[in-house]
């Protein structure tokens, strides 16, 4: 047996770790949060810490042969958006909504992102929320997206019990620092909804997730699954419901149904998307919903990008020019997150230092300090996104028989369409240009979806209406999305 010595946020600890572990097993095994984009692969280059002696190392190809001391970068807050906006629902609590098992009632809402977990904690008698909590998702650790993260349960014996395990004990700490906070015990949390994609709720559940993965692709479970507290896992009263939301589709989840059930506007004929680690899109016409999944990958949260970062502290989110650039936290930059590398396209297609082809002769610096920069892959990945996001919406209109001039609105969902300037967007051709002025941020429209949820029955009643109505319109069978995707790769609008 080997010691390792961890520091993380300037707290040491020594921990026994067994020869032919790596340092990222090891790591995690250890309940460390560690950024790991490719899962362990090797390929991304992300999951840097420093061994004292032989400098930075990627954590996944490091396999300690003697008494080592390691230092993690620090762990930022997540920046992770949990307003309410005028585009959704704010609905009282009433009063069949609640129950009581204990002295205080509290309900949590929760919303699991690939990348980011919000909850919600609300009071169940006053109807009050008291708390929200933000943190990155720990199963980061084994891989930015869903796909790598089901690979890791398909590979690994323990895969889906470390991928289960990391979600429910994140939401066990949140929940008990609450319930500490306020000196209650845990057992008064009564009632928990969830909404997040197919993956996360699978595995929230302990499913089995691999049938997401492998045609027909066809998940476990998209019903909506109601528990009781104590088959869960979770540190709640043994008698609490848990509800996960229902979802569509394999890469159509719950976010996306409780994002729709918790839009409250006007519009007849809209679009909805969803951009995370995945573009989900739904089209509303009148009383018919159609969905479908564009399958953009990553590079919109900066995992595949060379100098990419989740939005957190240290990320160049907005660019308007050579070091005219904002940074999250107001600190030195460390990388570039999705809003920032669709605006420093948008100039560099402007400026013609990227063409219409996407060509760009040599790297792009953002930062010569500290070595910020683009490259030409990650142009093209950026391409890729933005044409399967586009193609997607476009498939979707065309299917009805109606063009881009015929929608009222598009709804963008989550930090990312908060964040994103707009006219960048539309300059690369991410979002159509016949929608100008009909684009809306929502907000967090999955953790607020939950929240109503969690409060009212006549919302549930809307949720069941949604999954019902909802169809999914698979794109790979869709002979023009070839043809689409192929055109949209452009930066010519
Ligand atoms: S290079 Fe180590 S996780 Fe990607």
Redesign the pocket.
């Known amino acids: 047996m080997m010691k390792v010595t961890i520091t993380s946020n300037g707290k040491s600890k020594t921990v026994s770790a067994g020869r032919g572990r790596s340092l990222?097993e090891i790591l995690r095994q250890n309940h460390y949060e560690i950024y790991?984009?490719?899962?362990?692969?090797?390929?991304?280059?992300?999951?840097l810490v420093e061994v004292k002696g032989d400098g930075p190392v990627?954590?996944?190809?490091y396999y300690p042969v003697k008494n080592v001391e390691i230092i993690l970068p620090d762990t930022e807050e997540a920046n992770i958006l949990t307003s309410q906006t005028e585009y959704l629902y704010d609905l009282p609590l009433d009063e069949e909504s609640t129950i009581r098992l204990s002295p205080h009632s509290y309900g949590v809402a929760v919303d699991i992102g690939t990348t980011t977990v919000v909850m919600y904690f609300l009071d169940l008698r006053s109807g009050k929320i008291e708390k929200i909590a933000s943190f990155i998702n720990p199963q980061s650790a084994f891989g930015a997206d869903v796909i790598t993260r089901i690979t890791h349960c398909q590979l690994n014996a323990t895969g889906l019990q470390d991928l289960h395990q990391a979600i429910i004990s994140a939401l066990n700490r949140e929940m008990r620092k609450f319930a500490a906070c306020r000196n209650i015990s845990t057992a008064s949390f009564e009632k928990l909804t969830f909404a997040g994609n197919t993956t996360m709720m699978h595995l929230l559940l302990g499913e089995d997730p691999v049938s997401i993965a492998l045609s027909p692709f066809k998940p476990r479970f998209t019903a909506t699954r109601k528990l009781r507290g104590d088959t869960t896992g979770l540190s709640v009263n043994k008698e609490a419901i848990v509800v996960t939301m229902p979802s569509v589709a394999a890469f159509v989840g719950a976010d996306i149904i409780a994002g729709l059930a918790a839009l409250n506007v006007n519009q007849k004929n809209y679009l909805f998307l969803d951009v995370g680690t995945n573009g989900e899109i739904a089209l509303v016409t009148g009383d018919e919903i159609f969905t479908c999944a564009a399958a953009a990958g990553p590079a919109f949260e900066g995992a595949n990008l060379t100098c990419g970062m989740s939005a957190r502290t240290g990320a160049i989110s907005s660019f308007t020019g050579p070091g005219e650039y904002l940074v999250i936290g107001n600190s030195e930059p460390v990388g570039i997150c999705g809003s920032g590398i669709v605006d420093i396209v948008a100039f560099l297609v402007a400026n013609g230092i990227v063409d219409e082809t996407g060509y760009m002769k040599d790297h792009y610096v953002v930062n010569h300090d500290n070595n910020i920069y683009v490259t030409q892959k990650d142009i093209r990945e950026i391409q890729l996104a933005k044409s399967a996001i586009y193609s997607g919406m476009k498939i979707l209109i065309k299917m009805r028989g109606l063009t881009f001039s015929d929608i009222d609105a598009l709804f963008l969902a989550g930090g990312f369409g908060n964040y994103i300037n707009i006219r960048s967007a539309l300059q690369i051709g991410l979002l159509p240009e016949e929608l100008t002025g009909k684009i809306y941020p929502v907000g967090n429209s999955a953790g607020i979806g939950a929240l109503q949820y969690l409060k009212s029955n006549e919302f549930v009643k809307r949720t069941d209406m949604i999954k019902n109505k909802a169809r999914y319109v698979e794109l790979s069978n869709d002979d023009d999305f070839t043809t689409e995707f192929a055109l949209n790769m452009s930066f010519t609008r």
Do not use: E, F, R, V
């Open positions: 990222i790991a984009p490719c899962g362990g692969k090797g390929t991304c280059g992300k999951c990627l954590s996944c190809n």
